[in-house]
């Protein structure tokens, strides 16, 4: 079973970057997908972005051109972050699934793997 801990949180000013990784013990999935999800006080949790297993990206529209993700090696994933804004605050979380991309709805979330998550915020 794989396990996931995030790491790279922390805070940053409006207009700054962050860089989050995701590292797994035990091996990774390889012809899964993986994705990041950001939960704000008093929000559900939502999708920021997912990679599959062909390399192929998804960005969500709040993201798009400011967040990239990425597969750094076999057992890390990362979320580069740039050009933050205050609306970014959140728990992060990355997670996984070998059969289809994490998701949430309606309050739950659906996936084999997620982690603790990292916390972010961003101050203007």
């Known amino acids: 079973q794989v396990q996931l801990v995030e790491s790279g949180g922390g805070s940053e000013q409006a207009g700054g970057s962050l860089r989050l990784s995701c590292r797994a013990s035990g091996r990774m999935y390889n012809d899964g997908c993986m994705g990041w999800f950001r939960e704000a006080p008093g929000k559900d949790r939502e999708e920021v972005a997912h990679?599959?297993?062909?390399?192929?990206t998804v960005i969500r529209d709040p993201v798009q051109g400011r967040f990239t993700i990425s597969r750094d090696n076999a057992n890390t994933l990362a979320l580069q972050m740039n050009n933050l804004k205050p609306e970014d605050t959140g728990m992060y979380y990355c997670a996984a699934d070998r059969s289809f991309c994490p998701y949430c709805k309606s309050g739950r979330c659906y996936g084999a793997a997620w982690g603790p998550g990292t916390q972010v915020a961003v101050s203007s």
């Open positions: 990679i599959l297993s062909n390399g192929k």
